[in-house]
T-cell receptor, first 114, second 114 residues
Framework: AQSVTQLGSHVSVSEGALVLLRCNYSSSVPPYLFWYVQYPNQGLQLLLKYTSAATLVKGINDFEAEFKKSETSFHLTKPSAHMSDAAEYFCAPYMDTGRRALTFGSGTRLQVQP | KAGVTQTPRYLIKTRGQQVTLSCSPISGHRSVSWYQQTPGQGLQFLFEYFSETQRNKGNFPGRFSGRQFSNSRSEMNVSTLELGDSALYLC?????????????FGQGTRLTVV
């Protein structure tokens, strides 16, 4: 079954540093890939989504992700971290066969140090 | 435009009891999905409703059920509660069912079973 692996359950960066959160999907190309963010005691908010229209996807708050089929990756990046970026980030493919639903990765908690 | 509203926000129940959680989607949205979030299992898909019909179901026991009303509001019910049902239950609404539609999440209902 299609799944994603998020490498690193915790990532810590300094304010102003590059943010890189890794997501690798398994074998078959997922039709759609999403990144969601969850702030403490909140629901999930969509950051960006890949729908095959373009491999480089720009999202909210200066986040972007590049779909790389050769590496089966969809890593999330941000050039300069802000304190407000501290949250948990989830990569999720949406499958259009079988169970049609978002299948979330295990999540990466981002800490931003002053 | 009002977001997804989940009630109640917090709930404490005793083992063996049953519980009903409510979700009011964004006005005009016809699809509602439910997810369970726990530290051990992460985010897991429960079920999805579209136009009052269950469209999709995750791997949860029959104690977990749901329904959707004609105004798209949805409820989920858990009977014979177990300690392991303690979790954050998230509801997401979409304009329609399917991969292209962005899912908007509520803040969740935190259920504690004692």
């Amino acid at each position: 079954a299609q799944s994603v692996t998020q490498l690193g359950s915790h990532v810590s960066v300094s304010e102003g540093a590059l943010v890189l959160l890794r997501c690798n999907y398994s074998s078959s190309v997922p039709p759609y890939l999403f990144w969601y963010v969850q702030y403490p005691n909140q629901g999930l908010q969509l950051l960006l989504k890949y729908t095959s229209a373009a491999t480089l996807v720009k999202g909210i708050n200066d986040f972007e992700a590049e779909f790389k089929k050769s590496e089966t990756s969809f890593h999330l990046t941000k050039p300069s971290a802000h304190m407000s970026d501290a949250a948990e980030y989830f990569c999720a493919p949406y499958m259009d066969t079988g169970r049609r639903a978002l299948t979330f990765g295990s999540g990466t908690r981002l800490q931003v140090q002053p | 435009k009002a977001g997804v509203t989940q009630t109640p926000r917090y709930l404490i129940k005793t083992r063996g009891q049953q519980v009903t959680l409510s979700c009011s989607p964004i006005s005009g949205h016809r699809s509602v999905s439910w997810y369970q979030q726990t530290p051990g299992q992460g985010l897991q898909f429960l079920f999805e409703y579209f136009s009052e019909t269950q469209r999709n179901k995750g791997n949860f026991p029959g104690r977990f059920s749901g329904r959707q009303f004609s105004n798209s509001r949805s409820e989920m019910n858990v009977s014979t509660l177990e300690l392991g049902d303690s979790a954050l239950y998230l509801c997401a609404s979409s304009l329609a069912a399917g991969e292209h539609t962005e899912a908007f999440f509520g803040q969740g209902t935190r259920l504690t079973v004692v």
